[in-house]
C-alpha cells in the first residue's frame, strides 16, 4: 500500500529526508542522494553512472526518456534530481526538463556536449537548475546535491515570506514530502514534526537570513486572486498569460504565474488523487505534501475537511483557504484531509466576518454545521491522547472525518484549532495562525468563545488566527468581564460554548489533570484564568491557556454551569443549545465543550448525553454525539465557563477582541490588512 | 606462471630455512653468489620435493635459492620495464593529443571494484562509435542528405569521444557540425573521412596501452597510475 511503499521508498527516503533537511543528518549528505540519469549515449551512461557511484549516490540510469518518465511518475519521491541529457532521439531533452518541473518539481541538471550560449540559455528558460557541458568530470557531479537543498530551501523561503512559515518547517516539509502520500503516517509526520521543533528555532533565523533570493511572495490575497482567474478561466484552461492578464497584478510576471500554477496543479493533483483513494484519515496526511505551499497549509487543511464534509461554511473555507496560502504549506501537524482546492475556493464566502456576521450565522446553519461535526464518537483517551500529540490531532481528524459528514467538519474545525493549538504550543506551527492554540483556549473556556474560535479557526485561517488568539485570551477575559453576571443564569444561545467549553477543558488538553479549576467560581475564577491566560498569551502559551480554560470548566460545578453546558456542543453551532440541557449539563456541556474543542474527542467525553436530544436539535447533522455519560470531570470543569457566557454574549466579545485586533493574533498570522471581506471568492 | 613456480619454491625453501636448519648460514654465503645462468628452471613440485627430502643437502638448497631469486630478481626487471614501457607509451598519447584529461578521469573511476572499468567503457565507445560513424557515412550517402540527422549523429559522436578521452575525434565531430550547418556535402565527406582516420588511430593506440596493461598484469606487477606530470 501507499505507506508500505513510501516505508520502501522512506527507508531509503528517510535517509533522504535526513539529508536533504541537511541538518538533521549531515554527516552522511549528500550521500545517498538518489539521481536519475537520462542520456542516450550508452557511453556517458556508463561513464556518469561511474562518477556518481564514486560521489556515493545512489544511481539509476535510464537511455530513454520516457522511461525516465515512467519510472519518475511511479515512484514520485524515488529521485532527488534528475541528469538529462539534451539531445535524445525520442524525446528532447528540455520538454522532458518541464514535464518534470511540472508534474514531479525535481530540480533538473542538462547536459550536452553543446555549449553554446543558446542552448544553455533554453536551458535556463526551462527551468533547468544546472547546465553541464560534457564530458562531465567528477568534481561537477560531487556538487549537484546543492541544487536538491536549494530548491528546498526556496520553497521554504517562499512559504515563509507568505505564510510565516518558520524554517524550522522545512524539515518537516521536507519529510511531509517524502511520505506525504503514506496517508496515515502519524509517526513519521510527529517525528518530523518533532524534528521540527527541536530545530526550527535555530535554524529559521539562520536560514531565513541567508535566504536573499528576492520571491513573488504569494500571499493569500495574491493568491485568491490567482485562483479566481484560475476557476474564470477554467483550470483546464488556465494558462500563464490570462492568468496574468486576469489577475492584474502590477509587477508579477507571467514566470511567477506559471510557476505558482505549476504548484498549484500539482496541488490539486495530490488533492484529487489522495482524496480518492484514501480516506479522510489519509487526507489527514496527505495535505502535508508541501507542494502546493499555500494549500497545504492547516488553512487549507481546514478548508478542505470542512469543505469536504460540506458543512464548512463558504466563509469558512475562503479564511482557511487565504490564511492557508498565505501560511506556510508545511504541515501545520494537523493532517487534513485534502479537499479538492476547488471545492474550497467555491465555498469562499466572504462573509467571514466574526464582527457581523456572529450572531447571524451563529443562527444560521453554517455554525451549527460547525458543531455537527463533533464527533461524539470520541472515545476520552482519544482526546486525551490526540492532544496530547500532534497525532492525536491528525487522528482526530481522522475519526473526524470517519464520522464523516458534518461531523466531520466540526470535528475538523474543532480538531484543527485544537492541532493547531497543539502544534502551536510544540511550536511547531511555524504557521503564522497560532491560532491553533488559541482556538483552543476559547474554546475551552469559553464554551461560545470555543465555538466562536472553532469558527474562526476554521472559516479564516489567518482571520482564525487572529481570531482564536484573540478569543482564548480575549474572550476568556472579556467574558468574565461583561458577562460575569449576565451569563451566570443565561442559557447560551450557543449552547456550545459552555459546552465546549467544558469539553475543551475536559478534553485533549489534558484535561484529566486540570484539577485546578479555578473556575468554580465561574467567572471569578475563570476571569483570573483569563487573566492568566492573558498572560501567558498565544503561541507559546496556547496550551497553557488552553488547560487554564479546561481548568476553568472543571472547577466548576456550579449548578448554572451546567444548564450553560448542556448547550456546549453546539458552541461552534451558534444554535445555541438550549439552556434546558443545563440541568446537570455540565458534563454534557463540558462534553461538547470538548467535542467541540477536540472535535471528536469533546463529545466523547462530554455528558453529551443530555446534549445529544438538543443538539440533535440544534445541529443540523446532530452528528455530534455527546455522549451521555458525562465524566464527572468534566462536568465540573467544563461548567465553568460556558455557562456564563450566552452564546451572544460570547460572540460580541469575541468579536470584539476581535476586531480589537489582538495584535499578538493577528499578526501571527501575517494577516496584516487582510480581512476576510477582502477574501476573493 | 613460470615467475608463480619459482616463487613457490622459493617460498618453501626459505620455510626450511627458517625451521633453524643448521645450514642456514652457509646457504646465506651461498646466496650472494649468482648461479650461472645454464641453470634450468626446474620442476618446482620436484624440486621441493627434493629439498624436503634431502634437507640436509645444503648445496642443493642454495642452489635452488640462487635460482629462484635470479628468476625473481628477473621477472622484476622485466615487470618494471614493462611498466615504465606503459607509463611512456601513455604520455605519448596525451602528448600527441590523441587522448586528453578525461581519459586520466576514467582511469582514476577505476579501482579494485571494478578493475576493467576503462576497457569496459572504451569498448563500449568503440561500439557506439562506429556505428555512428556508419550512420553518418550513410545519411552523407544519400541523395539529399539530412542534415539535421547527421548533425545529431556527429553531435552524439562528439559527446562520447569528449567523454573517453579521443580528443582528436572530438575536435573533428566539432568541424564537422560547421560542415552540417553550412550544409556542404563535400566538407563534410571529407570531414568524416578525417573523424574516421583519428578514430581508427586512437583505436589502435588504446589498444595497444590495454595490451601492455595486460602483459603488466600477467606479469604480476600492477599498472602503474598515470599522473599529470608531463
Given at each position: 500500500m501507499n505507506q508500505s511503499n513510501c516505508k520502501g521508498s522512506m527507508s531509503t527516503a528517510s535517509s533522504s529526508t535526513n539529508w536533504k533537511a541537511n541538518d538533521v543528518v549531515p554527516d552522511q549528505f549528500p550521500a545517498g542522494l538518489r539521481v536519475l540519469v537520462v542520456d542516450d549515449d550508452p557511453t556517458c551512461l556508463v561513464i556518469l553512472e561511474k562518477m556518481l557511484r564514486t560521489c556515493l549516490y545512489e544511481v539509476t540510469k535510464c537511455n530513454r526518456a520516457e522511461v525516465a518518465l515512467s519510472m519518475l511518475r511511479e515512484n514520485k519521491n524515488g529521485f532527488d534530481i534528475v541528469i538529462s541529457d539534451v539531445h535524445m532521439p525520442d524525446m528532447d531533452g528540455f520538454k522532458l526538463l518541464e514535464h518534470i518541473g511540472l508534474e514531479m518539481d525535481l530540480p533538473v541538471i542538462m547536459m550536452s556536449a553543446?555549449?553554446?550560449?543558446?542552448?544553455?540559455?533554453?536551458?535556463?528558460?526551462?527551468?533547468?537548475?544546472?547546465?553541464?557541458?560534457?564530458?562531465?568530470?567528477?568534481?561537477?557531479?560531487?556538487?549537484?546535491?546543492?541544487?536538491?537543498?536549494?530548491?528546498?530551501?526556496?520553497?521554504?523561503?517562499?512559504?515563509?515570506?507568505?505564510?510565516?512559515?518558520?524554517?524550522?518547517?522545512?524539515?518537516?516539509?521536507?519529510?511531509?514530502?517524502?511520505?506525504?502520500?503514506?496517508?496515515?503516517?502519524?509517526?513519521?509526520?510527529?517525528?518530523?514534526?518533532?524534528?521540527?521543533?527541536?530545530?526550527?528555532?535555530?535554524?529559521?533565523?539562520?536560514?531565513?537570513?541567508?535566504?536573499?533570493?528576492?520571491?513573488?511572495?504569494?500571499?493569500?490575497?495574491?493568491?485568491?486572486?490567482?485562483?479566481?482567474?484560475?476557476?474564470?478561466?477554467g483550470i483546464d484552461k488556465a494558462v500563464p498569460k490570462k492568468i496574468l492578464e486576469l489577475m492584474n497584478v502590477p509587477g508579477l510576471t507571467r514566470e511567477n504565474v506559471a510557476s505558482h500554477l505549476q504548484k498549484y496543479r500539482l496541488y490539486l493533483r495530490r488533492l484529487s488523487g489522495v482524496s480518492q483513494h484514501q480516506g479522510m484519515n489519509n487526507s489527514f496526511m496527505s495535505p502535508q505534501d508541501a507542494t502546493f505551499g499555500a494549500m497545504s497549509s492547516l488553512n487549507g487543511l481546514d478548508l478542505q475537511t470542512l469543505s469536504v464534509t460540506g458543512q464548512l461554511p463558504a466563509q469558512s473555507l475562503a479564511t482557511l483557504q487565504a490564511a492557508g496560502l498565505g501560511r506556510s504549506t508545511t504541515k501545520s501537524g494537523i493532517p487534513m484531509p485534502l479537499v479538492d482546492q476547488r471545492n474550497l475556493f467555491s465555498f469562499e464566502n466572504p462573509k467571514l466576518r466574526f464582527g457581523e456576521?456572529?450572531?447571524?450565522?451563529?443562527?444560521?446553519?453554517?455554525?451549527?454545521?460547525?458543531?455537527?461535526?463533533?464527533?461524539?464518537?470520541?472515545?476520552?483517551?482519544?482526546?486525551?491522547?490526540l492532544h496530547q500529540s500532534a497525532q492525536s490531532i491528525g487522528s482526530m481528524n481522522m475519526q473526524v472525518n470517519t464520522h464523516g459528514g458534518q461531523g466531520s467538519s466540526l470535528l475538523m474545525q474543532m480538531a484543527q484549532p485544537q492541532s493547531r493549538g497543539q502544534i502551536l504550543n510544540e511550536s511547531t506551527s511555524s504557521h503564522g495562525p497560532r491560532l491553533p492554540s488559541s482556538i483552543g483556549q476559547p474554546i475551552m473556556t469559553n464554551g461560545i468563545a470555543g465555538g466562536v474560535i472553532g469558527r474562526n479557526g476554521i472559516g479564516d485561517n489567518s482571520r482564525g488566527t487572529g481570531y482564536n488568539q484573540v478569543p482564548p485570551s480575549s474572550s476568556m477575559l472579556s467574558f468574565p468581564m461583561n458577562?460575569?453576571?449576565?451569563?451566570?443564569?443565561?442559557?447560551?444561545?450557543?449552547?456550545?460554548?459552555?459546552?465546549?467549553?467544558?469539553?475543551?477543558?475536559?478534553?485533549?488538553?489534558?484535561?484529566?489533570?486540570?484539577?485546578?479549576?479555578?473556575?468554580?467560581?465561574?467567572?471569578?475564577?475563570?476571569?483570573?484564568?483569563?487573566?492568566?491566560?492573558?498572560?501567558?498569551?498565544?503561541?507559546?502559551?496556547?496550551?497553557?491557556?488552553?488547560?487554564?480554560?479546561?481548568?476553568?470548566?472543571?472547577?466548576?460545578?456550579?449548578?448554572?454551569?451546567?444548564?450553560?453546558?448542556?448547550?456546549?456542543?453546539?458552541?461552534?453551532?451558534?444554535?445555541?443549545?438550549?439552556?434546558?440541557?443545563?440541568?446537570?449539563?455540565?458534563?454534557?456541556?463540558?462534553?461538547?465543550?470538548?467535542?467541540?474543542?477536540?472535535?471528536?474527542?469533546?463529545v466523547e467525553q462530554g455528558n453529551m448525553q443530555n446534549f445529544s436530544p438538543h443538539l440533535n436539535n440544534l445541529l443540523v447533522d446532530n452528528s455530534i454525539r455527546v455522549k451521555a455519560e458525562t465524566i464527572p470531570d468534566a462536568n465540573s470543569q467544563t461548567t465553568l465557563f460556558t455557562e456564563h457566557f450566552g452564546q451572544d454574549d460570547l460572540m460580541s466579545a469575541l468579536l470584539k477582541q476581535q476586531q480589537g485586533g489582538i495584535g499578538t493574533a493577528e499578526t501571527d498570522f501575517d494577516l496584516d490588512g487582510y480581512s476576510m471581506d477582502n477574501i476573493p471568492v | 606462471m613460470f615467475h608463480q613456480l619459482f616463487h613457490d619454491v622459493l617460498e618453501t625453501v626459505r620455510c626450511s630455512l627458517a625451521d633453524g636448519d643448521a645450514d642456514a648460514l652457509v646457504l646465506k654465503k651461498h646466496i650472494q653468489n649468482p648461479i650461472p645462468k645454464s641453470q634450468k628452471p626446474w620442476d618446482s613440485a620436484l624440486l621441493i620435493q627434493s629439498i624436503n627430502s634431502h634437507s640436509s643437502l645444503l648445496k642443493l638448497k642454495s642452489g635452488l635459492v640462487f635460482c629462484l631469486c635470479r628468476e625473481e630478481q628477473t621477472v622484476s626487471m622485466e615487470v618494471g620495464q614493462m611498466q615504465r614501457r606503459l607509463i611512456e607509451y601513455t604520455k605519448s598519447l596525451f602528448m600527441e593529443g590523441i587522448l586528453d584529461d578525461q581519459f586520466l578521469q576514467l582511469q582514476q573511476l577505476q579501482d579494485e571494484s571494478n578493475p576493467d572499468f576503462v576497457?569496459?567503457?572504451?569498448?563500449?565507445?568503440?561500439?557506439?562509435?562506429?556505428?555512428?560513424?556508419?550512420?553518418?557515412?550513410?545519411?552523407?550517402?544519400?541523395?539529399?542528405?539530412?542534415?539535421?540527422?547527421?548533425?545529431?549523429?556527429?553531435?552524439?559522436?562528439?559527446?562520447?569521444?569528449?567523454?573517453?578521452?579521443?580528443?582528436?575525434?572530438?575536435?573533428?565531430?566539432?568541424?564537422?557540425?560547421?560542415?552540417?550547418?553550412?550544409?556542404?556535402?563535400?566538407?563534410?565527406?571529407?570531414?568524416?573521412?578525417?573523424?574516421?582516420?583519428?578514430?581508427?588511430?586512437?583505436?589502435?593506440?588504446?589498444?595497444?596501452?590495454?595490451?601492455?596493461?595486460?602483459?603488466?598484469?600477467?606479469?604480476?606487477?600492477?599498472?602503474?597510475?598515470?599522473?599529470?606530470?608531463?
Open positions: 553543446d555549449d553554446g550560449k543558446q542552448v544553455v540559455m533554453k536551458g535556463v528558460t526551462h527551468g533547468a537548475c544546472d547546465y553541464l557541458i560534457k564530458p562531465v568530470r567528477i568534481e561537477a557531479l560531487k556538487n549537484i546535491w546543492q541544487h536538491v537543498v536549494r530548491k528546498k530551501k526556496n520553497e521554504w523561503k517562499d512559504l515563509e515570506q507568505s505564510g510565516s512559515v518558520e524554517e524550522g518547517d522545512r524539515q518537516q516539509k521536507l519529510s511531509e514530502d517524502v511520505d506525504y502520500s503514506s496517508s496515515a503516517n502519524e509517526g513519521n509526520w510527529k517525528n518530523s514534526k518533532k524534528r521540527k521543533d527541536e530545530e526550527e528555532e535555530t535554524e529559521e533565523r539562520d536560514d531565513t537570513s541567508t535566504l536573499k533570493k528576492p520571491r513573488v511572495v504569494w500571499s493569500v490575497e495574491l493568491h485568491q486572486q490567482f485562483v479566481a482567474a484560475v476557476n474564470q478561466l456576521g456572529q450572531q447571524q450565522q451563529m443562527s444560521s446553519n453554517k455554525p451549527m454545521n460547525l458543531l455537527h461535526g463533533i464527533p461524539t464518537t470520541m472515545e476520552p483517551k482519544q482526546l486525551a491522547s458577562h460575569t453576571t449576565e451569563l451566570a443564569g443565561n442559557s447560551f444561545p450557543l449552547g456550545s460554548s459552555p459546552g465546549i467549553s467544558n469539553v475543551t477543558s475536559k478534553g485533549p488538553f489534558q484535561e484529566e489533570g486540570n484539577s485546578e479549576m479555578k473556575g468554580s467560581a465561574g467567572f471569578i475564577s475563570s476571569y483570573d484564568i483569563f487573566n492568566d491566560l492573558n498572560q501567558h498569551q498565544h503561541k507559546s502559551h496556547d496550551w497553557e491557556l488552553q488547560n487554564v480554560g479546561l481548568h476553568f470548566d472543571a472547577s466548576q460545578n456550579a449548578n448554572p454551569i451546567q444548564g450553560n453546558l448542556d448547550v456546549s456542543p453546539s458552541v461552534l453551532v451558534h444554535q445555541g443549545y438550549s439552556s434546558s440541557q443545563r440541568s446537570g449539563q455540565n458534563r454534557n456541556a463540558s462534553a461538547v465543550g470538548r467535542a467541540m474543542f477536540s472535535g471528536v474527542e469533546c | 576497457v569496459e567503457v572504451v569498448s563500449l565507445f568503440f561500439q557506439d562509435a562506429e556505428k555512428l560513424l556508419n550512420d553518418i557515412t550513410r545519411a552523407l550517402d544519400q541523395q539529399s542528405v539530412d542534415f539535421t540527422k547527421v548533425d545529431a549523429h556527429v553531435h552524439q559522436l562528439k559527446g562520447s569521444s569528449a567523454s573517453v578521452g579521443a580528443q582528436r575525434v572530438k575536435n573533428g565531430c566539432i568541424a564537422f557540425r560547421n560542415f552540417c550547418e553550412e550544409q556542404n556535402v563535400d566538407g563534410s565527406l571529407r570531414c568524416l573521412q578525417q573523424i574516421k582516420q583519428e578514430y581508427y588511430h586512437v583505436k589502435n593506440k588504446l589498444e595497444a596501452l590495454f595490451r601492455l596493461e595486460q602483459q603488466i598484469v600477467a606479469a604480476g606487477g600492477s599498472v602503474p597510475m598515470m599522473e599529470l606530470s608531463f
